[in-house]
């Protein structure tokens, strides 16, 4: 058998919340915490499925899994995936996509270039596919493919923004939201805003509501300390979870 390049994702339009929460793995990446163990062919020979290299990019939003090998590796993926959430493969098989060499390759490219993003030419996302890569090399998971890969990935993003007008006007969910919030409420000075969450797209929240004229910005997050972190970055203030309604 020869290796396969795949991608397995989480398909952000289809998986409510809750899935994308259940099965996200951003707390997985590290080389401590990693969620796809490698099975290398060299290690494995009297094995059918193999796993010899292996990229995770988790987002706010997305869960993708480039992976190399040979075998049923989609299967081998969604088993260490579910498991690395306590949960089993067949609660996540509904909601994931899989693409299959070249295909594989077009959609990296796609999701490199925002062209697969919420918001159309938006910056975030090369960004967040380098930190993962550059996890995924501490981690040890990727060889020869993927490194090449990431690397195309990058120039392919780079020419797409350079040569088109996608990032003319690019913005993020973020600024979009903020800039909806203005056409509705007309003069922000007068209004509190309250952030769901502590995230990436929090961070940038937090910086537009500001620049828009919100003098408090409250933060509540499941985890408090984060909260707490966040709100002191603007001068906002913390909001336990359980008090959120209040």
Not at 109 to 123: I, N, Q, R, W
Not at 130 to 136: F, P, T, V
Not at 228 to 243: I, T
Request: glycine letters at 8%; proline letters at 2%; charged letters at 20%.
């Amino acid at each position: 058998m020869e290796q396969q390049i795949y991608l397995i994702g989480l398909n952000y339009r289809t998986a409510g919340v809750e899935v994308r929460e259940r099965f996200a793995l951003t707390d997985h990446c590290s080389k401590d915490t990693w969620a796809i163990p490698l099975r290398p062919s060299g290690e494995n020979d009297s094995a059918e499925t193999t796993l010899d290299e292996a990229l995770i990019l988790s987002t706010c939003n997305r869960v993708e899994i480039l992976a190399v090998g040979q075998g049923d590796v989609p299967g081998l993926i969604l088993e260490a995936w579910a498991s690395a959430k306590n949960r089993k493969a067949v609660e996540l098989a509904p909601y994931v996509y899989i693409h299959k060499g070249r295909e594989a390759i077009a959609h990296l490219f796609t999701v490199a270039s925002s062209l697969d993003s919420m918001v159309l030419g938006e910056p975030q996302i090369l960004g967040q596919l380098k930190g993962a890569y550059r996890k995924a090399t501490l981690a040890g998971t990727t060889k020869t493919i993927i490194n090449r890969l990431l690397h195309k990935s990058f120039s392919v993003a780079k020419r797409v923004r350079t040569e088109t007008g996608i990032a003319a006007s690019a913005v993020s969910i973020s600024y979009a939201a903020v800039e909806l919030a203005k056409r509705i409420f007309g003069d922000m000075g007068q209004y509190q805003a309250m952030l769901i969450g502590a995230g990436e797209m929090a961070e940038l929240a937090a910086t537009h509501l500001i620049q828009a004229g919100i003098s408090n910005v409250k933060v509540a997050n499941r985890t408090y300390q984060r909260a707490k972190e966040l709100a002191a970055e603007y001068k906002g203030e913390a909001v336990p979870f359980e008090h959120l309604f209040e």
